[in-house]
């Protein structure tokens, strides 16, 4: 089945250091790839997206994401992580129509 | 700055009754989603309109769900009667799909704030 995961659920890291949170995913071919950013009582703000083209996607906020075929893999990273960075991430994917199936999300906390 | 708006923020209302959520997406937007996030289930999509033509509802309970676009810069999703399984908070989204170029699917959704919805 066609299916995103992001196997954390939480990821936390202090200020100024890197911030990796991870996505994969399963399917045959090559779906389109989203990262969506929820803050609390807030709707979803796009991130940034991979349709083809370069592997390395640059989105808001300083964000960017490597698509990698290989490993099925679309991990979200920045480079310097802020305290205001500390939100709920969604890892989605459109594989074969419209649909948006989105991973369970990973809680991101950035310590002062 | 385009936004997708929701209307009510928040809604309680006693089971049974009708509860109506309107949306008003952005300007020019051709594509209108609804979705629904729980704890248990997370982000799940009800349904899914292009130029105003319900494409999918497939995600929806039709015996009490239903979605309707009366025209470009209003969607409503209602719920009729309303149970407290339905306690949810439920987004509206929209996007541009372009005649050609854009792949279907590959267009960016916006999201609205959502509505808080729970049924007692």
């Known amino acids: 089945a066609q299916s995103v995961a992001q196997p954390e659920d939480q990821v936390n890291v202090a200020e100024g250091n890197p911030l990796t949170v991870k996505c994969t995913y399963s399917?045959?071919?090559?779906?389109?790839l989203f990262w969506y950013v929820q803050y609390p009582n807030r709707g979803l703000q796009f991130l940034l997206k991979y349709i083809t083209g370069d592997n390395l996607v640059k989105g808001s906020y300083g964000f960017e994401a490597e698509f990698n075929k290989s490993q099925t893999s679309f991990h979200l990273k920045k480079p310097s992580a802020l305290v205001s960075d500390s939100a709920l991430y969604f890892c989605a994917a459109v594989f074969n129509d419209y649909k948006l199936s989105f991973g369970a999300g990973t809680t991101v906390t950035v310590r002062a | 700055d385009a936004r997708v708006t929701q209307t009510p923020r928040h809604k309680v209302t006693e089971m049974g009754q009708e509860v109506t959520m309107r949306c008003q997406p952005i300007l020019g937007h051709n594509t209108v989603f609804w979705y629904r996030q729980t704890m248990m289930q997370g982000l799940e999509l009800l349904a899914y309109f292009r130029n105003r033509a319900p494409l999918d509802d497939s995600g929806m309970p039709k015996d009490r769900f239903s979605a309707e676009m009366p025209d470009a810069t209003l969607a409503t999703l209602k719920i009729q009667p309303s149970e407290p399984r339905d306690s949810a908070v439920y987004f509206c989204?929209?996007?541009?799909?372009?005649?050609?170029?854009?792949?279907?699917?590959?267009?960016?959704?916006?999201f609205g704030p959502g509505t808080r919805l729970l049924v007692l």
């Open positions: 399917v045959s071919g090559n779906p389109y």
């Open positions: 989204a929209s996007g541009l799909v372009l005649a050609s170029g854009s792949p279907a699917g590959g267009e960016t959704q916006y």
